[in-house]
């Protein structure tokens, strides 16, 4: 793989994590208490606009959140970890993947438990969309997202109403 100068940006380049470990305040109200989805979607939406930020060196507003699937309870005491990087660029739209992952420190147990696409819309000084820089593809996956991305804007756009 050859590595992009460095005045490029890459899905590499935009990466974001943030990371906490879940405290009772998380919690649901279910008998047997796991984290509250809500609290997992904040620190979702919050990591993928860093991502974003960092691409387009300004501010974004979250335009979309695709479907977020808890496949399995992430409980309270675990750490959770939340990467994102940017997989597709429009000419003001920003596409964001998500991968959340939680760990069972005591036991070094790590499972991937959501993923979750986003798209921000850079804003200039007067609040309006504004063009965002071009994304440089490095490497294979690189490609295989922002070609699901490509996709899945196509369809968002063709539903827009
Ligand atoms: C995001 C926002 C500024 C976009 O405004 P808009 O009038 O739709 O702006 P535009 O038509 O110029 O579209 C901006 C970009 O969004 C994309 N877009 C807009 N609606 C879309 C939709 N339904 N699906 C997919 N993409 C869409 C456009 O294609 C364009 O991207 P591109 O330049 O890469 O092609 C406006 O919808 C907004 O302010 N929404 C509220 C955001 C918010 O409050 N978020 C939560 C707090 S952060």
Request: aromatic share 4%.
């Amino acid at each position: 793989m050859t590595k992009a100068p460095e005045h490029l940006r890459t899905p590499h380049t935009s990466e974001a994590i943030v990371a906490d470990l879940m405290m009772p305040h998380h919690a649901n109200g279910l008998k047997h208490p796991s984290v509250f989805g809500g609290v997992i979607m904040s620190m979702v939406d919050r990591c993928a606009a860093l991502s974003a930020m960092r691409h387009c060196g300004g501010q974004v507003t979250t335009l979309s959140i695709d479907r977020i699937l808890f496949k399995e309870p992430i409980r309270v005491g675990e750490l959770v970890e939340v990467r994102a990087r940017v997989v597709h660029v429009g000419r003001t739209s920003i596409a964001v993947l998500a991968d959340v992952y939680a760990e069972h420190i005591a036991r070094a147990v790590r499972r991937h438990t959501n993923e979750c696409w986003l798209t921000f819309v850079h804003l200039g000084d007067d609040g309006k969309p504004a063009p965002v820089p071009r994304l440089h593809l490095e490497t294979d996956e690189d490609r295989l997202r922002n070609a699901v991305a490509v996709r899945r804007r196509e369809q968002a756009l063709a539903e827009r109403q």
